[in-house]
């Protein structure tokens, strides 16, 4: 059982080039979640899923596009990277029901993107 | 809207001190509340949750935790830390409606370093 799985690890871009953050559950989650870790600003969401087929705008969208492509997959793409992108990516998921979560959110070992 | 201040960014202590980390919140509804611990190069790992009922949590590690809905604070506190205990905390908060689909909203961050 290997939760919530990222890839890759590390990566490093130039600006404007373009990059897809994969994320994967295998604990039956219908919802999922990316945020980005900046420091001295603590985790912010960027898009979430409540379930499959279904994707919203968290607090910091710009820049960023997702695919929740089945159950256990959520991927974030960005388009044209920028300097400002630079960040650690965190990929999340939970079970929510009626709108309300049914458990804790599990974390996956996140994204380390720099951008030049 | 909610939000959540954790009013110091970095902690020292020294190994078997007591720690005290402040986490403030604001929300015009009902909450739940956790702490979240983050090794270094590591993801999020959950540390205790406040969902209703005792405000007091503890944490298997000896950590505890105290909702104080007057003050609205979820101050995380240790009577005796370790070394091992240095990692950087983060406190959340979401709301139990049925609109959240368990959306976390985080505090900035508190590094705790135990020093021997």
């Known amino acids: 059982n290997a939760g919530v799985t990222q890839t890759p690890k590390f990566q490093v871009l130039k600006t404007g080039q373009s990059m897809t953050l994969q994320c994967a559950q295998d604990?039956?989650?219908?919802?999922m979640y990316w945020y980005r870790q900046d420091p001295g600003m603590g985790l912010r969401l960027i898009y979430y899923?409540?379930?499959?087929?279904?994707?919203d705008k968290g607090e910091v969208p710009n820049g960023y596009n997702v695919s929740r492509l089945n159950k256990r997959e959520f991927s974030l793409r960005l388009e044209s990277a920028a300097p400002s992108q630079t960040s650690v990516y965190f990929c999340?998921?939970?079970?929510?029901?009626?709108?309300?979560?049914?458990?804790?959110?599990?974390f996956g070992a996140g994204t380390r993107l720099s951008v030049l | 809207a909610q939000s959540v201040t954790q009013l110091d960014s970095q902690v020292p202590v020294f190994e078997e001190a007591p720690v005290e980390l402040r986490c403030n919140y604001s929300?015009?509804?009902?909450?739940?509340l956790f702490w979240y611990v983050q090794y270094p190069n590591q993801g999020l790992q959950l540390l205790l949750k406040?969902?209703?009922?005792?405000?007091l949590v503890e944490s298997i590690n000896g950590f505890e935790a105290e909702f104080n809905k007057s003050q609205t604070s979820f101050h995380l506190r240790k009577p005796s830390v370790h070394i091992s205990d240095t990692a950087e905390y983060f406190c959340?908060?979401?709301?139990?409606?049925?609109?959240?689909?368990?959306?976390?909203?985080f505090g900035q961050g508190t590094i705790l370093t135990v020093h021997p």
């Open positions: 999340a998921s939970c079970f929510v029901a009626g709108g309300l979560a049914k458990n804790i959110q599990y």
């Open positions: 604990m039956n989650h219908n919802s």
């Open positions: 899923s409540a379930s499959e087929g279904t994707t």
């Open positions: 929300s015009s509804v009902s909450v739940y």
């Open positions: 406040y969902l209703s009922g005792s405000t």
């Open positions: 959340a908060v979401t709301s139990p409606g049925g609109t959240s689909y368990g959306k976390l909203t």
